[in-house]
Each structure stands twice: as C-alpha cells, then as structure tokens.
C-alpha cells in the first residue's frame, strides 16, 4: 500500500474514533503528580493517578533520587545481563524479595514489559494459559505472545475455570490473574483460584500492580491481604509506578523461576536497565510504605466516605473494596459528557470507554490516594449528586 494510501486510511478510522466518542486526548500537567493539578492554567481536583498513598512527589523520595544521583549518576548504561545492574538494583530486588515473602525477586522496568517476561517465559505452544476475560491488556498480549492455546474465562467465574482445567489435557497449565481488577477495583478470589491450582497442578501468575503497597500488613501486597503462603506454584507480578509512586515493576517467586527469567525473558535481556535513581527511590519508597499504616488508613477513610456519598444516585457503583472506585454510566458520550460536567467544575475524573473496558460499560474510574483530604473527596461526592 502506497503512503498515501495509507494515511486517508488512517485518517478515516481516526474520524470514526471521533464519531464513536472514542478518540482519546492527552492533557499536560503543569504540576506534579498529586490531587492538585494545573491544566491550561485551570486549578484542579484529580481523581486520575493511581498514586494511592501519594508517594510519587514525596519529598523524601525527591531527596533519595538527588542524593542517588549524586552516587551513581542517570544512566546504566546497559542491559542488567551486561553491565547495567548496579548496586542499587541488587539491594532493592533483595528488599522487595524480603518485603513479599519470596526467595527471589526481579526488577523490570514497567509491569508492561514484567508480564510480557512472565507469560511467554513460563509457557508456549502446546500449553495452556486460563485467565479471567477483565484481566489487563499487557496480560492479554503476553499470551498471545507465548503462542500458548488461550481460554478466558468470565470474570470470577471458578466454576467455568473448573470446567476448563479439568477438561485440559494440556502438558503445561498457567492461571493468570489480575489481583485487583483494573477497572473495576474488585479483588480476585485468590485463596479459591490457588486451591484450584493445586488440584490440577498449574502455575499461579498473580498481577498485583494496584496491591502491592496498598493491601494487606504493611501493604505487601493481595497476597498478604488473604494470608496466602508465598507457594513455589506462585508467580508474584508487583508494580513500582502506582504504589511505589516511581516507576517499574517486580517478580517474585522462588529462586528458580526468577533465575529462569533472568535466563529467558526477552523483556529483560534485551533492554537497557532501568535508571539506578529510580532505584534509590524505589528504596525509600519501600520503607515509607511499610511504615505508611496511617495513609493507608486514611485511603480507607476516604473510600467509605465516596461510596456512602454516591450509594443513593442512579448510576451504579461497582462493589470495589478499593482506591478504585467506578462509576458505571454505559453509554461512551454520557460518560464523556459527565466527566466534561466536571471538569468545568474543577474535578477531573477520567472517562474510561472501550475497548479498554466492555462495550457499553462506559465508566468514570475514580481513583483516591491517601494524599486527597475529606473536603475533596467532599466535592467530588457533591458534584456527582447534583449531575445525577
Ligand atoms: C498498570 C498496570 C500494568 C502495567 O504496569 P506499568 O508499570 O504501568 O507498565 C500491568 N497490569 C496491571 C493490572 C496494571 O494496572
């Protein structure tokens, strides 16, 4: 196809997005990350960041990155398997190792490229990977990477992913889950879905990226939430850029499995180490949030007051125990529409439409951090009442 060709194909399909009210826009902060944001010189509220205990502009995280760079400079310089894994990468992958209860850990860097690690490491052609049909994207495509035979079952469903397992006859068998769902901000039963994985002897991938740091004893993640033992069938996917409040992600899992992912996973070898600033950060971030009770506490505050505020409008919340708290409105330009309402309010709450979540399930995903304060949170619950 000639270029030009090309492009009016391309311009078409970006005027149907329009149509659909499915073409996306960024807006710039003139701000750091926190509830306060400036856009366009407008003052804002945001319910936007998955930066739950409000972390990532922390001061002392800003200090452990200055003085980190003082040390070690920016760069790495190279691939971890070459010369690119320095000091601060080793000790903070023994902390998280440490702080989640496993052998082994192994820094990436983003939860995209852990789970494109993960999957395709641990299964191929000729095996079986089960998952949940709400499960992020980065997991949809790393089993799609791994070419290994996909069934997705409904969301929670354990008895249509009983029926699955025990109709397998697949050599290898991988369940893969998000640990908290997404969009939805509910939780995956994983004590039910790790029972099962015994009883047919599969392998247990776990994406924690909206857990770690928030739930659980000293926020070590769902797993510590359940009281669920760090089992050898277990692969344990955290991420740094949410919680953590820098950037990168995680796994952990028993010294053979991290070892054979040091060995296999092409999202590791084939990239350059992530900075060693990040590092340094990542390490005080560790210590703030096990020693963070008090933010998650507050968080949870903050969470009750939203639901109790929006329990009697016509839209329905989703039952989400989570920072993540979803409005289901249906219809992508309603939704639009709401999420514009209050924006010239003030309040910016992300619209989420397909296909980032089913059709018709058009949403405003409401995310709190511990860094919001009740007034806030106040107004948001306001604002909706009065736009229901
Ligand atoms: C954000 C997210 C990821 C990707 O992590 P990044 O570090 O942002 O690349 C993976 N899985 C889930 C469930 C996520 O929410």
Not at 15 to 26: K, P, S, V
Not at 85 to 111: I, N, R
Not at 229 to 249: C, H
Not at 313 to 322: H, V
Request: hydrophobic content about 45%; aromatic content about 6%.
């Amino acid at each position: 196809m000639n270029p030009s060709l090309l492009h009016e194909e391309l311009t078409h399909q970006l005027a149907q997005l329009e149509n659909d009210g499915l073409r996306r826009r960024r807006r710039t902060l003139e701000t750091p990350c926190g509830p306060l944001a400036r856009v366009d010189g407008r003052e804002l509220i945001s319910f936007c960041s998955n930066d739950y205990l409000g972390l990532a502009n922390d001061p002392v995280l800003v200090e452990a990155v200055c003085t980190g760079a003082r040390q070690w400079g920016v760069g790495s310089g190279a691939s971890h398997l070459v010369s690119g894994h320095l000091l601060p990468h080793e000790a903070l992958e023994q902390q998280l190792a440490a702080f989640t209860g496993f052998p082994k850990a192994l820094l990436l860097s983003t939860g995209f490229m852990a789970n494109l690690a993960i999957v395709p490491a641990l299964v191929g052609r000729g095996d079986a990977v089960f998952a949940d049909k709400l499960n992020h994207a980065s997991l949809i495509d790393a089993v799609q990477l791994s070419r290994a035979d996909s069934q997705r079952y409904p969301h929670g469903d354990l008895a249509a992913l009983e029926r699955m397992l025990g109709a397998s006859t697949a050599k290898r068998k991988l369940i893969l889950t998000d640990a908290v769902f997404s969009m939805d901000g509910d939780l995956a039963p994983l004590p039910a879905l790790l029972a099962l994985a015994e009883r047919f002897d599969a392998w247990l991938v776990i994406d924690d990226a909206h857990g770690f740091g928030v739930l659980g004893p000293q926020g070590r993640g769902a797993l510590a939430h359940y009281a669920l033992p760090s089992a050898e069938r277990i692969v344990y996917m955290g991420t740094l850029g949410k919680a953590a409040g820098a950037s990168g992600a995680f796994v952990a899992g028993s010294a053979t499995v991290v070892e054979w992912l040091l060995q296999r996973a092409r999202t590791y070898i084939f990239t350059t180490g992530s900075s060693p600033i990040i590092a340094c950060a990542l390490l005080a971030s560790l210590d703030l949030i096990e020693h963070g009770d008090e933010r998650r506490a507050h968080l949870k505050r903050l969470t009750a007051q939203l639901r109790d505020g929006l329990a009697n409008t016509r839209w329905q919340l989703i039952a989400s125990p989570t920072a993540i708290q979803p409005i289901v409105i249906g219809d992508n330009h309603e939704a639009l529409r709401v999420a514009n309402a209050l924006f010239e309010r003030g309040l910016w709450v992300p619209a989420i439409r397909p296909p980032t979540v089913p059709k018709g399930t058009a949403r405003l995903r409401v995310s709190l951090t511990a860094a919001h304060t009740g007034e806030q949170v106040e107004q948001l619950v306001r604002a909706l009442q009065d736009l229901a």
